[in-house]
């Protein structure tokens, strides 16, 4: 099967290209074939923008064992819908994820639901060594300093040497000191006021497990990447470590602050909590001079009846991997910042970090895994018309301009926006992403 996309402009790793490009089976066959090239479809994106299809490199998709709240189905559908082409999924699912049987069994779990092309991480735990310096057909090893499900929590300090010294694979880390969240939980017992959330998970505990983790790769030279990086400070640490440390940021963290609770209460509350304008600012400041070099979504849905029960019974986090790379091009009509900027933050640096096979760019030979944008179209964001299975987003009623109208996974068109309605080819599933390390 041929198909080409032409009069795009291609954000391309030299830049913005106006140019047509060949798809052949599941890769990149040509940009700018010879123009007597016969193919079985054609697809004219004039006005349009193409970018490497998205890789969000941290969320929750729930599945198995989580499935009331989403699953893989809904969740690489709503990929599929916001212009995320791959995912790599975190070890908190039921089961936790913390060996190789259980890695392989997602993988084949996904290999018959996933719409878009997966990975999943390896959780550490306090016992589970052998298996972390074993593991295979993994993007890395997850770890939690700080709250979690299960056996997940990794705190002890023996333990995480050992991790940092004896793996090979890239290490990844919730960062949230786990012992300054336990004071200040008995500080602030009894209290009901969502805000209250932003003072037990505040800057300290973020600092210091992120000063903690990049200490650990210092020393033993291992590879690591913050995850959802949420205060200023913390841009401070990694702006002076080492390139063995890479770093994210998340759109809830860029866009949402503790002035927020009066209006959306315990929607917006995460682990690492919502910080303040200020973080805000820092955060996005440092996405532009390239201390924090990826943006991922830690999609992590609940039902809005769990998110409603009465703080601190109700639980963190929020669905958003449909709506993040809108939320992005957003910022690129008010010039914040530039559609290559979003292609590399969103694309090229999380392959780039996560030693992902052929992706993250449109390049021949690579992927053929693509997303056609229209930057002058407006729509809201509509709970009635999320396609994750929790059917809510925090940025309900929001207009924004620049959205993903078409959507190629591997060579297939899996989405496209047709007269207002998206429409999703199901008649495949995605693959298994491949990397360099395997």
Avoid at 168 to 191: K, P, S
Avoid at 236 to 250: F, G
Avoid at 251 to 269: A, C, E, T
Avoid at 279 to 304: M, Q, R, S, W, Y
């Amino acid at each position: 099967m041929k198909t080409l996309i032409k009069n795009a402009k291609v954000v391309t790793s030299d830049g913005l290209v106006d140019a047509a490009v060949l798809i052949e089976g599941s890769k990149i066959a040509a940009i700018d074939p010879a123009i007597q090239t016969q193919v079985d479809r054609s697809v004219d994106a004039t006005g349009h923008y193409l970018l490497p299809g998205l890789i969000d490199d941290q969320v929750h998709f729930r599945d198995p064992g989580l499935t009331h709240k989403e699953d893989l189905a809904h969740a690489s559908r709503a990929c599929a819908k916001g212009g995320v082409t791959s995912f790599l999924e975190m070890p908190n699912t039921i089961p936790n994820a913390t060996t190789q049987k259980l890695i392989n069994d997602k993988l084949e779990l996904a290999s018959k639901t996933s719409l878009v092309n997966y990975g999943f991480y390896i959780g550490a735990t306090p016992d589970n060594l052998d298996e972390l310096k074993t593991a295979v057909r993994t993007p890395g090893i997850k770890i939690f300093i700080g709250s979690s499900t299960g056996d997940l929590l990794v705190d002890n300090q023996d333990t995480l040497e050992r991790i940092f010294a004896e793996t090979t694979l890239r290490i990844c880390a919730h960062c949230e000191d786990e012992a300054t969240v336990r004071a200040n939980q008995e500080i602030f017992a009894g209290q009901t006021d969502i805000a209250t959330h932003s003072k037990i998970r505040n800057h300290e505990a973020a600092v210091i497990a992120t000063k903690r983790s990049i200490d650990l790769a210092t020393r033993h030279n291992h590879p690591f990447h913050v995850l959802h990086v949420s205060t200023a400070d913390e841009v401070e640490l990694i702006s002076t470590a080492s390139n063995l440390i890479t770093a994210e940021v998340c759109p809830h963290h860029l866009f949402f602050n503790v002035d927020d609770y009066d209006r959306l209460g315990s929607q917006i509350k995460m682990n690492p909590s919502i910080k303040t304008r200020h973080d805000n600012a820092a955060l996005f400041k440092a996405l532009l001079d390239g201390t924090i070099e990826v943006i991922a979504t830690d999609h992590a849905p609940h039902t809005l009846e769990e998110k409603a029960k009465p703080y601190p019974e109700c639980p963190s986090g929020l669905p958003a991997v449909e709506n993040s790379l809108a939320l992005m091009l957003n910022e690129v009509s008010k010039d914040r910042c530039t559609i290559n900027q979003v292609a590399s933050w969103m694309s090229t640096a999380p392959a780039r970090v996560w030693d992902i096979k052929s992706k993250g760019r449109i390049e021949v030979g690579y992927d053929a895994d693509l997303v056609l944008i229209d930057l002058e179209l407006k729509q809201k964001i509509d709970n009635a018309t999320q396609q994750t299975k929790c059917k809510w987003s925090p940025w309900h009623g929001t207009e924004l301009t620049g959205w993903a109208i078409a959507t190629w996974v591997m060579g297939r068109q899996v989405m496209k926006l047709e007269h207002g309605q998206y429409i999703f080819d199901e008649t495949r599933m995605g693959s298994e992403i491949l990397y360099e390390h395997s």
